[in-house]
């Protein structure tokens, strides 16, 4: 099945730098790449997509890259501000079934805990 | 558009009873419905997939007796956790998509519910 690294598991900036955040896949067919940012206690909530047929997608201040050769993406968070603070997770979404009446599954990275710092 | 709502929000229970949990896509039909469990600090762990109408897909290592899903609708799915255990205390969230050719943006995309924080004493 699809395995998710994400890395680095913390990262603490000072507000106004960037923030990076990588992550590699391992299957080869997954063609959809979610980012979710998560604060304690809440939701996930979706904050920027990209499907395998595009190699970088912005909005605003958030970018995410995609390198299907290599299997990476990454998060770029410029400007960032204290309210940028909490979990991020990338995910991939697995190839979905022969009969395409369903997309796949999405496997999720472990996690990283951005701190932006007044 | 796409919210997805769940209830309760948080419950505590004694060890032995059952508790269920409701997940409802209240403006789109969602044709899978997705069960994940989150223990703190750690990343969401998917448990069971489900698709309306049709038995859950339970990922290895979850007990499909002990977490009984139901998907009888296209808008409602629960979870229920039966003869609860201290060890089944975890936040536990569900998400909602459409299905290949459905309306709405992004159709792969997954929108979670807020979570059901659930202790077991």
């Known amino acids: 099945g699809e395995n998710v690294e994400q890395h680095p598991s913390t990262l603490s900036v000072q507000e106004g730098d960037s923030a990076v955040i990588k992550c590699t896949y391992s299957?080869?067919?997954?063609?959809?790449f979610p980012w979710y940012k998560q604060e304690l206690g809440k939701r996930p909530q979706l904050i920027i997509d990209?499907?395998?047929?595009?190699g970088e997608k912005k909005d605003q201040r958030i970018a995410v890259t995609l390198n299907k050769t290599a299997k990476h993406f990454s998060l770029h968070i410029t400007e960032t501000q204290p309210e940028d603070s909490a979990v991020y997770f990338c995910?991939?979404?697995?190839?979905?079934?022969?009969?395409?009446?369903?997309?796949?599954?999405?496997?999720f990275g472990q996690g990283t805990i951005l701190t932006v710092h007044p | 558009g796409a919210v997805v709502s769940q209830h309760p929000s948080w419950v505590i229970c004694k060890s032995g009873t059952s508790v269920k949990i409701e997940c409802r896509s209240l403006?789109?039909?969602?044709?899978?419905m997705f069960w994940y469990r989150q223990f703190p600090k750690q990343s969401l762990m998917l448990m069971a997939t489900?698709?309306?109408?049709?038995?859950?897909?339970?990922e290895q290592g979850v007990e499909k007796d002990k977490f009984l899903i139901n998907h009888a609708s296209l808008t409602l799915s629960t979870l229920t956790v039966t003869s609860a255990h201290p060890e089944d205390s975890s936040f536990y969230i569900c998400?909602?998509?459409?299905?290949?050719?459905?309306?709405?943006?992004?159709?792969?995309?997954?929108?979670f519910g807020p979570g059901t924080r659930l202790l077991v004493l």
């Open positions: 998400s909602a998509r459409t299905a290949p050719g459905q309306k709405g943006s992004g159709q792969e995309t997954q929108y």
């Open positions: 299957d080869s067919a997954s063609n959809y």
């Open positions: 990209i499907r395998s047929n595009v």
């Open positions: 995910a991939a979404l697995s190839a979905a079934n022969a009969g395409g009446t369903s997309y796949g599954k999405l496997t």
């Open positions: 403006d789109f039909q969602a044709t899978t």
């Open positions: 489900s698709n309306e109408g049709s038995k859950a897909t339970y």
